[in-house]
């Protein structure tokens, strides 16, 4: 079987065609509904837009009262240290599993539809979890750390730890969605994790912290060996519209989802 040329990120506007405009450090646009937005191209731009939002000022907020609450009980150095590795390793399997089998579940429901709403738009966008559901994250798992640790101290850490990785996550997810090109290696081995996840195969580089996670579970596969998905190409063809001046994935979403209607009432025929 021929398979398709990897492609690491979508492709550039055809020839002839309007580019994107350009204010302040930022790349203009036309997403679904015939609105823009601002995705930044660069380091500071991109900082200034994510420690603006308000998910992204909520996790700090929490940050910083579970910590000023923290340094002011005992220290219990090896269990500290223990319970934080814990809830790091516990964070970068969650991902995993969340993505995998909530996100991309085999069944309909409503967390999978947002999520292909987010492949079947162009790559490169905002993309910030909504207050609402950082709030529930946070609250459900200091009331699940103060159960477990029967509210002790250990239980404040692991929920310094947890929000600290919560806030990782957000970052680089949404760093790995914007024009700004990371300098570091890992930094550029991360967005190009996440990008083979939208652009080549859904069902592979779940992981986002630690793509390493990817390899323990079996799905980080060679690229040149996994033929690219069909919402992959959704997304790919929101791209081209967005560069076009086009809505930019409404109309992507709703062809996937026709193309998979048309192929289970096929698979029952």
């Not at 603006?52 to 002011?72: D, N």
């Not at 993505?99 to 738009?121: N, T, V």
Request: proline letters at 7%; one cysteine or more; charged letters at 15%.
């Amino acid at each position: 079987m021929e398979m398709e040329p990897v492609r690491g990120a979508p492709e550039q506007p055809p020839r002839g065609s309007a580019p994107p405009a350009m204010r302040g450090g930022a790349l203009s646009l036309v997403q679904p509904g015939g609105r823009e937005q601002e995705v930044p191209c660069t380091l500071r731009g991109a900082l200034a837009l994510f420690f603006s939002h308000p998910s992204s000022l909520l996790i700090l907020a929490g940050l910083l009262a579970v910590a000023a609450v923290r340094v002011q009980s005992p220290v219990h150095p090896a269990a500290d240290v223990g319970v934080a590795a814990g809830v790091a390793a516990l964070w970068c399997l969650q991902e995993w599993v969340v993505h995998a089998w909530l996100l991309h579940s085999p069944f309909d429901w409503a967390g999978r539809r947002i999520h292909e709403g987010h492949h079947a738009r162009p790559y490169f966008h905002v993309s910030i979890d909504g207050p609402p559901l950082v709030a529930a994250f946070m609250a459900a798992s200091l009331a699940l750390f103060w159960c477990a640790f029967r509210g002790s101290e250990l239980a404040l850490t692991a929920a310094l730890v947890y929000y600290a990785m919560g806030l990782a996550y957000e970052f680089t997810h949404y760093i790995a969605h914007t024009r700004y090109l990371p300098r570091s290696r890992i930094g550029k081995a991360i967005r190009m994790h996440h990008m083979l996840h939208h652009t080549r195969n859904e069902a592979n580089w779940l992981a986002f912290v630690l793509p390493a996670v990817d390899a323990l579970f079996g799905t980080a596969p060679d690229p040149a060996s996994v033929r690219m998905s069909d919402m992959a190409k959704a997304g790919l063809r929101a791209a081209r519209e967005a560069a076009n001046g086009g809505g930019g994935g409404g109309g992507a979403l709703e062809r996937l989802r026709a193309s998979r209607e048309g192929a289970a009432v096929g698979g029952k025929s």
